[in-house]
């Protein structure tokens, strides 16, 4: 008797499967700028605007703000392209979740058609944008992310567990595309630490958030791994696993020495604490544990960037370019490194990579006999 007269004061639920969405109402500008915003997830295209700007910023000698800026809004267009190609061609399964519903295309806030006409545009100008401010192989790994994010991985969700896999790769490739922009070669040590990084990382943020909306995937038809795993043993293995594997590239980095050996430590710092708190969702597989991890990997993915560009043995040293970006950069930051503090009062040698590797000879001194 309860729960009859509670139905009968709430409203009938709308079965969105089979009732159309609703013709948009006008908006004002402000208000369509806010709607081209969801449909471009503007906090994930900000993200993927920092991971490019670490690129550009570990290749550039001189910090150039008008390919930094067409790098920037370029990479931020793609990603905005990318992301309503994604939402417009899953209108139908955002409807049936939670978390997503709420949109502009399935709650009938925007057409179909302005939706595709946004996403067409913002990647025509991404592509234009880093074709004129960058080069070729930049505008071409943009477009190419557009591709790959909007049919292979978004089609492959509904099919299979390795659309996860596909999105990993599609978040490795801003910071490369952020290195080539700034003129160097794709093949380099470099980005491939970077993308390592971005591709390695986002299987413990994306399992451990999928764990928390596992029911609501569901509901979508979305084939995620925490999806079909009930218990959640295989998406526990899969965040300590990956958690685990991103421990030894700061090593790596170190090694090949792009950076100085103060990375490798404080990264492994980093990946420490994140694989306790794998353990720990190993362990007790709670939403609680899953944001534990989830939260640790927004705080940490930019705090490693930010170390790698602070302790890269950069290119400009060579030459002695006091003037170049990551050199001012590296100066001011110093100010705030702990080890570099701590190692001068002594006189011992700097942990931190020096601004000037090479020493200038004072003119008394190059001038005298041998």
Do not use: C, H, M
């Given at each position: 008797m309860a729960q009859r007269s509670l139905s009968a004061?709430?409203?009938?639920?709308?079965d969105h499967r089979r009732q159309e969405s609703p013709a948009p109402s006008i908006v004002s500008a402000g208000g369509r700028l806010g709607l081209y915003a969801e449909l471009s997830k503007a906090r994930l295209s900000a993200l993927v605007v920092v991971t490019a700007g670490a690129g550009y910023a570990a290749g550039a000698e001189v910090f150039d703000p008008v390919t930094f800026s067409c790098v920037a809004a370029g990479t931020s267009l793609a990603?905005?392209?990318?992301?309503?190609?994604?939402?417009?061609?899953?209108?139908?399964r955002d409807k049936l979740m939670k978390r997503t519903c709420e949109r502009p295309l399935p709650s009938g806030r925007i057409s179909t058609s302005e939706a595709f006409g946004w996403g067409v545009a913002s990647a025509g100008s991404s592509t234009?944008?880093?074709?004129?401010?960058?080069?070729?192989?930049?505008?071409?790994?943009?477009?190419?992310?557009?591709?790959?994010?909007?049919?292979?991985?978004?089609?492959?969700k509904p099919k299979t567990e390795w659309n996860t896999w596909t999105g990993a790769l599609v978040g490795a490739i801003p910071p490369v595309m952020g290195w080539t922009a700034a003129g160097g070669c794709v093949l380099a040590a470099e980005p491939f630490l970077l993308a390592s990084t971005l591709f390695l990382w986002q299987f413990p943020h994306f399992f451990a958030l999928a764990w928390i909306h596992r029911k609501d995937y569901a509901r979508g038809g979305h084939q995620m791994v925490p999806v079909n795993d009930p218990s959640g043993e295989r998406t526990a293995r899969l965040v300590f696993n990956y958690s685990l594997a991103m421990m030894p590239v700061p090593v790596l980095a170190s090694a090949l020495d792009v950076t100085s050996w103060m990375f490798a430590v404080e990264g492994i710092g980093i990946s420490t604490y994140a694989i306790m708190l794998?353990?720990?969702?190993?362990?007790?597989?709670?939403?609680d544990n899953a944001r534990r991890v989830f939260k640790c990997s927004l705080w940490s993915l930019p705090l490693t960037l930010a170390l790698f560009l602070f302790h890269r043995k950069h290119a400009a040293s060579e030459s002695n370019d006091e003037g170049s970006f990551l050199s001012n950069a590296k100066a001011s930051g110093k100010q705030f490194c702990l080890h570099e503090q701590l190692s001068r009062p002594g006189g011992g040698k700097a942990l931190c990579p020096k601004v000037d590797a090479v020493q200038k000879v004072p003119p008394a001194l190059s001038d005298s006999p041998r």
């Open positions: 004061v709430r409203p009938p639920l709308v990603a905005a392209s990318a992301n309503t190609f994604n939402q417009w061609i899953e209108r139908n234009a944008l880093l074709l004129a401010g960058t080069n070729p192989v930049t505008a071409g790994l943009g477009a190419f992310n557009i591709g790959l994010y909007a049919l292979p991985y978004t089609l492959s794998a353990n720990d969702f190993k362990r007790e597989r709670t939403n």
